[in-house]
Nanobody, 125 residues
Framework: QVRLVESGGGSVQAGGSLRLSCTAS????????MGWWRQVPGKQREAVAV???????TYADFVKGRFTLARDSAKNTVFLQMNSLTPVDTAMYYC???????????????????WGQGTQVTVSS
């Protein structure tokens, strides 16, 4: 059974930083595409960043230059470094693994095989 364990969420003031981690267990051998999505209550989920099997990273426009996604392949773990946070970044952040691939940028891959439980990020002004 695949399990995604997220950590690193919390509360921070605007301009601050947080680092989210996500470890996938129960996945088959090899490298997996993974990513982060976020959701604000009452709004649709939106892609934040994706790292593909060749370590190509794709970011949503609203996080480019502020967030960095990296992986530790040996541990099936990804890290999302979030800098220059603003209250708009307040959301539940979800880790995802194994996408259904569509033509176009990876942030457009809306169907993922597995989602984590989410970790809350709150940014105060």
């Amino acid at each position: 059974q695949v399990r995604l364990v997220e950590s690193g969420g919390g509360s921070v003031q605007a301009g601050g930083s947080l680092r989210l981690s996500c470890t996938a267990s129960g996945v088959s051998g090899g490298i997996h595409a993974m990513g982060w999505w976020r959701q604000v209550p009452g709004k649709q989920r939106e892609a934040v960043a994706v790292i593909d099997v060749d370590d190509t990273t794709t970011y949503a426009d609203f996080v480019k230059g502020r967030f960095t996604l990296a992986r530790d392949s040996a541990k099936n773990t990804v890290f999302l470094q979030m800098n220059s946070l603003t209250p708009v970044d307040t959301a539940m952040y979800y880790c995802v693994v194994d996408p259904l691939r569509y033509p176009g940028p990876a942030t457009g891959w809306i169907a993922w095989a597995h989602w984590g439980q989410g970790t809350q990020v709150t940014v105060s002004s």
